[in-house]
Structure formats: structure tokens, C-alpha cells
């Protein structure tokens, strides 16, 4: 009977498909990169502790979320932004531990930081406190609001962009005397380019953001854009960095 | 990805939903806010083909000037003349020259394929943005009598059409450089990217603005930057300051000859749109431009001046 109440999960919704599916995929994943921890050298083992935490806790929260989505159909925005306070810092942490053998200081880790900071906040009050009318739909102002908060989010993402395409992180790759690192760095930063951009096309579908009043795409696509793309991004940063680490010791053995 | 490149996702990114906010802007204010990036990069990005010509040719100034005015000469005869077909070849010549600049880092010499994605992918974004923006351009288009005869070309079909075939070749052409190892896999995924965000903010931005995004980011301030670069390793400018020094005469000159032009047919002595004469003068510094530079890439190549900078 509890189970039937709580996983009853309608056959075309593929917002609550995308919650389960990326529950299990994060867990998963987490068990594997704490397995094939003990498979690399010592330098990567943080490295690969921070992968298995980064999908840990989303897979933590990925758990509340589902059933919070299929038990109520809203966006549980405010677990989802929990989860992304704990975990976009930790990618930053990533970049930080894989150049810190090219010379990275701990200035970058809190500069990285605290653009994921802004981003975070500001894309938190965008869509957390957006005006609503009592029927949820857009009220006056629910654009302006969504676009400014929107606007001062993607300078934080603008930021970390740079860093790991011309800035400190690209620096040190460039400076670094190994071609795994080098070529790792260059793909976490096309994760940063492509995969984190996916973000803000969620961003855009809640009421009276830009694609919901444009083209009318509803506030269900919210969660799917974040779903896919905290897989993309989660799974596959971890899986880059796992690459960087595995290949980097067998050169060493 | 290029810091032009960069620059302009981080412009796009910002600027569409500012826009989109604002709503529909009037093309005269689209004007006013594109004209000073227009007049203060895209002017001077051609204003030391003289002195890039003359590096690889032994030319005098006079002469090459002289030559310079003979084509402009030309080319306005051929808009009074048949301006289709100067429509035409400005677009064609554009294109090219877009393409050219746009994948000029990739290539070590200009091969007959590397011509073919110069065109094609020229073709893709200026057929892109006609075929994005008709009833915009057949709106400004309406309103100037002179246009009338280039207005027989905006058909949605045939435009449809061309921007289809584009793209298409243009995909293949990159497709094929990537399986004949003239490209990476990476910079392939990167133009497929840089194309989809020029396209996207032509669909999305409004004309005039969508444009200028394109023309000052991805094309005006890396040739610039190019041209500042060889000459710095040339010996020929020491600093950014005497290479604005080098760029201001005919900067200059540029801009009174078209604030001239505009008294001309403000005082009703030439009987024209300024919108008309703007597309005639336009073009007319384009076409030798796109001479001068297929020939400042031929010298690039030839001194490995990318493999250099590396």
C-alpha cells in the first residue's frame, strides 16, 4: 500500500522517469568510484573521493526529490539547491586538486568557490522567490526578476568559464608537465562549456522565465533540463576525472 | 575556443534575455547602439590593408591606393549599373572572406577544401541571417526605393533554400576535414558549436543587433587581433597604442567620408536612402579588403606564423 502511494510514477512522465533513472545512475556511480579508489595511485585518491561525494549527495538528494516530485508534481527547488550547494563547490574542489601538482593555490579553490556561490544564490532567489499569482502562473515583475537574477547567476558562470578555458586552471594545465592532466583539464572545461549550460535552459522554462513566456515551454521541463544535466555533468565529471587518475597510474606503474 | 569565441558566448548569454525582456527594438535604435561598435572595430580591422599588402608585395603606397579606388570606383559603377548582381557578389565576397577569417588558425595553407568551407560557411551564416530575419529586412527594404530591385531576391524559398545547402556542405565539408585530419575532433565540435550560437542569436536578437554581435566579436576583433599580432612580430608596432596610431588615419578618413556622403544626400545633392548609400559604401571597401587579406593569410601560412605562436 506505501509502496503503491509513493511509486506510483505515470507512464508519460518523463520528468519523474529522469528522477529515478538519475537516483540509481548517481548511486551507482558513487559505489564506483569508492571501489576503484583503491585501484589508483595515492595522489588520486581524494580526487576520486570527491567524485563518489559529488554523486553521493546527489544521489541523497535525488532520493527526497523523486519522491517529493511524484508525491506533490512540483519542483523541489529547494532540495535541488541544497544538493547543488554541496556539489557545484566540490567540482570546483576537482579542478582545484588536479592542477594543485602544477602549482594551483588555495586562492583558485576560493575564487572557483565563490563564483559557484553567486551562481547559486542568485539562481536560488531567481527561481525560489519569482512573483506568482495564487493560480501559479507569471504575476508582474516575474520576468524582470527571472532575467536579472538569471543575469547576475551566469556572471558567476562566466567566471568559472574563463578560469578553466584561458584563466588560472588553464594556466596550470598548460604549465603542467603531464598530458593526462592537460587533456583532463581541457575536457572538465568543455564540461563547464556545454554540460553546465544545459542548466540554464532549466532556468528558463519556470513561469516567467525566458522560454516559458516565449515559447511556452512549461515548468515541468525545469527538473528534466536539471535532471539530464546533473547526470551529464555529475557521472561524467567523475567518470573524466577517474580516466585522468586510472590513466595516470598505470603510466606510473 | 578562441577568446573571441568567448567573449561572444559570454555576450550572448547575457544579451538574450536582456532583449527578450526589452522586447522588439526599433531598427533606429538597433542603429544607435550597433553603430559605435560598427565605426570603432569593424571600420579599422581594414584600415592597414596598405600596410599589410605591402609586406609580401613590393608596392608603393600611391599605387596601391590608387588601385585600391579604381575597384571601389568599379564596384559603385556595377551598383549603378546592376545592383542584383553587386548585391550578389558583396554577399558572395563577404562570405568568403567570413569564412576565411573564421577558420584561419586551423590551417597551415589555403587548399581548394579549405576555400570550399571558407564559402560555405560564409554562405550558412549570411543566408542564415536573411533567412532568420526576411520580414525585418523586407521591412527596411520597403521603406527605400533603391532597394526595390534587390527586394526580387528575398524570397523565402530561395533563401530557404540557399541556407539548406550551406549548411549542409558547409557540415560536410568540416566532417570531411575532420576524417582527412585537417581538424581535430575538438575544434570540429567547437565550429559546430560556434555556428549553432551564431544562428541561434541571428533567430533570436533582433537584426541589426544579431549581426554586429557576429561581425565585431567573432570577425572584426580576430582579424584585428591577428593583424596586431603579426605586426608586433614583424617589429613593425611595439605597443596596442601605435597600433591604434596605425589604424586612426584611414579610420578617420573612413568615417568623414561616409559623414560626407551622408551631407551629400542630406542637403539633397545626392538622391539616395542612407541606407542605400551605407550598403553602396560598404561593400565598396569590402571588395578590395577581401583581396588584401586572402593575401595577408597566404603570408601568415607561408611563416607559420600560427605553428609560431603555439
Keep these: ?37 583503491s585501484r589508483v595511485d595515492d595522489k588520486w ?57 602544477a602549482g594551483a593555490k588555495v586562492d583558485l579553490l576560493w575564487k572557483l568557490i565563490l563564483a559557484s556561490v553567486l551562481m547559486l544564490v542568485a539562481g536560488y532567489i531567481g527561481e525560489a522567490f519569482v512573483p ?21 547567476s551566469t556572471i558567476g558562470y562566466i567566471y568559472i568559464l574563463y578560469t578553466a578555458w584561458f584563466g588560472e586552471v588553464a594556466q596550470l594545465a598548460k604549465n603542467s608537465e603531464s598530458e593526462v592532466v592537460k587533456t583532463g583539464v581541457r575536457i572538465l572545461a568543455w564540461f563547464v562549456l556545454v554540460g553546465w549550460a544545459i542548466y540554464p535552459i532549466g532556468y528558463m522554462c519556470m513561469p516567467g522565465g525566458w522560454l516559458n513566456t516565449a515559447f511556452g515551454w512549461g515548468s515541468q521541463n525545469v527538473d528534466l533540463f536539471y535532471n539530464i544535466a546533473d547526470a551529464i555533468n555529475k557521472i561524467g565529471f567523475g567518470l573524466v576525472v577517474y580516466n585522468i587518475a586510472i590513466s595516470s597510474s598505470k603510466k606510473a606503474a | 575556443m578562441t577568446k573571441a569565441i568567448f567573449i561572444f558566448l559570454a555576450s550572448l548569454l547575457i544579451l ?114 536573411l533567412f532568420f530575419n526576411t520580414n525585418e529586412i523586407l521591412e527596411i527594404n520597403n521603406e527605400q526605393p533603391q532597394f526595390a530591385e534587390i527586394n526580387t ?44 550560437l551564431i544562428l541561434t542569436s541571428f533567430y533570436l536578437l533582433p537584426l541589426l543587433i544579431g549581426f554586429t554581435l557576429y561581425f565585431i566579436v567573432l570577425h ?27 589604424v586612426a588615419p584611414l579610420t578617420l578618413l573612413s568615417f568623414f567620408g561616409i559623414a560626407f556622403l551622408f551631407a551629400l544626400i542630406y542637403l539633397n545633392i545626392l538622391a539616395m536612402s542612407y541606407g542605400f548609400c551605407l550598403l553602396i559604401v560598404i561593400s565598396s571597401i569590402t571588395l578590395p579588403h577581401v583581396f588584401v587579406m586572402h593575401q595577408f593569410y597566404d603570408l601568415l601560412f607561408s611563416k607559420k606564423f600560427y605553428q609560431m605562436e603555439k
Excluded at chain 2, 524570397?155 to 581535430?184: A, M
Design chain 2, 16 to 129: 538574450i534575455p536582456i532583449l527578450f525582456h526589452y522586447g522588439a527594438i526599433p531598427i533606429t535604435t538597433q542603429l544607435i547602439i550597433c553603430a559605435p561598435f560598427i565605426l570603432f572595430l569593424g571600420i579599422p580591422h581594414g584600415a592597414i590593408d596598405n600596410i599589410l599588402y605591402r609586406k609580401n608585395h613590393s608596392v608603393g603606397n600611391t599605387v596601391f591606393i590608387t588601385v585600391y579606388l579604381i575597384i571601389i570606383a568599379l564596384n559603385v559603377a556595377l551598383w549603378y549599373l546592376a545592383p542584383v548582381l553587386a548585391y550578389c557578389m558583396f554577399l558572395t565576397i563577404s562570405a568568403y572572406h567570413f569564412g576565411q577569417s573564421q577558420f584561419s588558425h586551423y590551417l597551415s595553407k589555403q587548399a581548394f577544401i579549405s576555400k570550399m568551407i571558407y564559402l560555405f560557411w560564409g554562405l550558412t551564416i549570411l543566408s542564415g541571417l
Design chain 1, 1 to 37: 500500500m506505501i509502496l503503491n502511494d509513493i511509486l506510483t510514477i505515470p507512464k508519460d512522465d518523463a520528468v519523474a522517469f529522469t528522477f529515478f533513472t538519475g537516483y540509481m545512475a548517481m548511486l551507482a556511480a558513487s559505489i564506483f568510484f569508492f571501489f576503484e579508489r
Design chain 2, 153 to 196: 531576391l528575398f524570397s523565402e524559398d530561395f533563401i530557404g533554400l540557399l541556407f539548406l545547402i550551406s549548411i549542409i556542405s558547409t557540415l560536410g565539408l568540416l566532417i570531411f576535414s575532420k576524417v582527412t585530419n585537417v581538424i581535430s575532433l575538438e575544434n570540429l565540435l567547437m565550429e559546430l558549436l560556434v555556428l549553432g
Design chain 2, 220 to 246: 572584426s576583433y580576430k582579424v584585428i587581433s591577428e593583424e596586431f599580432r603579426f605586426l608586433k612580430s614583424e617589429g613593425t608596432v611595439k605597443s596596442t597604442l601605435a597600433f591604434v596610431y596605425l
Design chain 1, 132 to 152: 506568482l499569482n495564487a493560480d501559479g502562473s507569471p504575476s508582474d515583475g516575474a520576468t524582470s526578476h527571472s532575467v536579472m537574477w538569471g543575469v547576475i
Design chain 1, 45 to 101: 585518491k581524494l580526487s576520486l573521493l570527491v567524485s563518489g561525494l559529488i554523486t553521493f549527495i546527489a544521489a541523497v538528494h535525488y532520493y527526497y526529490m523523486r519522491d517529493y516530485y511524484v508525491a506533490t508534481g512540483d519542483n523541489p527547488t529547494v532540495l535541488r539547491y541544497i544538493d547543488w550547494t554541496l556539489t557545484v563547490p566540490l567540482m570546483c574542489v576537482e579542478f582545484y586538486l588536479l592542477t594543485k601538482a
